[in-house]
């Protein structure tokens, strides 16, 4: 199966908005709403920011935000802060032998 | 509250096999689907496994399929990964996931356990 695209890396000041795209060109990945997305530190394990493509888990900032529209999904992290500076992975369901994919991975800079 | 410990890993030669263990603890174990996701030094994760909630349906990555087996032991609470015939580009940290529900993502993770096959 094909990972999911998405930029190499965003950037942004304190306070603004940024959004991470999350390309899928199976159309399982388009029919289906399983959308999640991962935030990584260096050294530390990933943490779900999103699942289903906008639920957000208890304890996850609201500054946190999730969308799709047909082969895009998108995470957007608003008023941003220095602690967001991490990598972010999307993952989606795509159903088949192989059910499920990671993107390639954004870096996120807060400048 | 929901943990998962990863056990294992190790250094290995290419060739030889080896049995990652997950126990779980904190949630009920027996009625939700586990994966195993792993991720090679410096790349992302690449999901490798799924087993359902009573293990009877099994999925796994085009890249390991015919050499892991995915299984679980309810009554243990524990996530296995047979591992064999391992190649150098099997070398990475395999952390086991808890679903948040079917097809949802994945809630909890381990702290992984590393796997370095070399000779």
């Known amino acids: 199966q094909s990972a999911l695209t998405q930029p190499a890396s965003v950037s942004g000041s304190p306070g603004q908005s940024i959004t991470i795209s999350c390309t899928g060109t199976?159309?399982?990945?388009?029919?289906?709403?399983?959308v999640s997305w991962y935030q990584q530190h260096p050294g530390k394990v990933p943490k779900v920011m999103i699942y289903?493509?906008?639920n957000r888990p208890s304890g996850v900032s609201n500054r946190f935000s999730g969308s799709k529209s047909g082969n895009t999904a998108s995470l957007t992290i608003s008023g941003l802060q220095a602690e967001d500076e991490a990598d972010y992975y999307c993952s989606s369901y795509i159903g088949g032998s192989t059910p499920y994919v990671f993107g390639t991975g954004t870096q996120v800079t807060v400048l | 509250q929901v943990q998962l410990v990863e056990s294992g890993g190790g250094v290995v030669q290419p060739g030889r096999s080896l049995r990652l263990s997950c126990a779980a603890s904190?949630?009920?174990?027996?009625?939700?689907?586990m994966h195993w996701i792993r991720q090679a030094p410096g790349k992302g994760p690449e999901w490798v496994a799924v087993?359902?909630?009573?293990?009877?349906?099994?999925f796994y990555a085009d890249s390991v399929r015919g050499r892991f087996t995915i299984s679980r032991d309810n009554s243990k609470n524990t996530l296995y990964l047979q591992i064999s015939s391992l190649r150098s580009e099997d070398t990475a940290v395999y952390y086991c996931?808890?679903?948040?529900?079917?097809?949802?993502?994945?809630?909890?993770w381990g702290q992984g356990t590393l796997v370095t096959v070399s000779s």
């Open positions: 289903e493509v906008s």
């Open positions: 996931a808890k679903e948040v529900g079917p097809r949802q993502g994945f809630d909890y």
């Open positions: 199976s159309n399982d990945f388009i029919d289906y709403n399983y």
């Open positions: 904190g949630f009920t174990f027996s009625t939700y689907g």
């Open positions: 087993i359902s909630y009573d293990g009877s349906h099994k």
